[in-house]
């Protein structure tokens, strides 16, 4: 049962144009959202998070909205570079003694020059 | 400033033997996460643990696996006997402490299990 949902297992997205990456959740317990990329052979690492009192946070070209009716939450990067292209996870955490978080699957974005 | 270490990178065996994993989180991070990553189920969380105590290791697949960190600095995920389905990429994954969500992540062990 996967919690975690991203069912776009790859985007393909022109230079400077922008890249929509999405993520829907099941538990409504979940206040917490990151986005995490990955390059080959490397670990994940962190972009950007988003706590459940907010709807929209923003970092340079990176912004992440969370729709929490809905139980989705989007990346959106603009404009994107062939740098971007990477594997996007989306990961979801619940606040309390423990900081675990669930991953989604995983979306592979490729920025196209 | 040094980040995750994982060692071996790449690691091939033959099904039976014995492999063992290592990670080195940051200096100073208390919460130290074990993760596999498959084609089929993306990354798993196999075992967490929070100043050297195992906190929840429900995602540990069976008991041929075990994971011990017997001090701040040192953990290790064993697989005894391994199988080919335990083929797949090892993540250890680091956090500055309880209350912080955001994880450091290692390069990963690649490992193969013939």
């Known amino acids: 049962d996967q919690q975690v949902k991203q069912n776009s297992p790859s985007l393909s997205v022109q230079e400077g144009r922008i890249s929509i990456l999405n993520c829907d959740y099941t538990n409504s317990m979940f206040d917490y959202f990151l986005w995490y990329k990955k390059y080959p052979a490397e670990g994940p690492t962190f972009l950007i998070s988003?706590?459940?009192?907010?709807d929209k946070n923003e970092d340079g070209r990176f912004t992440v909205f969370l729709n929490k009716s809905a139980k989705h939450l989007s990346l959106h990067i603009v404009p994107s570079q062939p740098g971007d292209s990477a594997v996007y996870f989306c990961?979801?955490?619940?606040?309390?003694?423990?900081?675990?978080?669930?991953f989604g699957s995983g979306t592979q974005l490729t920025v196209l020059p | 400033d040094a980040g995750v270490i994982q060692s071996p990178r790449h690691e091939v065996t033959e099904m039976g033997q014995e492999v063992t994993l290592r990670c080195k989180p940051i200096?100073?991070?208390?919460?130290l996460f074990w993760y596999r990553q498959t084609m089929m189920r993306g990354l798993e969380l196999l075992i967490y643990?929070?100043?050297?105590?195992?906190?929840?290791d429900s995602g540990m697949p069976e008991d041929r696996f075990s994971a011990k960190m017997p001090n701040a600095s040192f953990s290790t995920l064993k697989i005894q006997p391994s199988e080919p389905r335990d083929s797949a990429v090892y993540f250890c994954?680091?956090?500055?402490?309880?209350?912080?969500?955001?994880?450091?992540f290692g390069p990963g062990t690649r490992l193969t299990v013939t």
């Open positions: 200096s100073g991070h208390n919460s």
């Open positions: 643990f929070n100043n050297n105590v195992p906190i929840d």
């Open positions: 988003i706590s459940s009192i907010k």
């Open positions: 994954a680091s956090s500055p402490h309880q209350v912080v969500f955001e994880q450091y």
């Open positions: 990961a979801a955490g619940l606040s309390g003694s423990a900081r675990q978080l669930t």
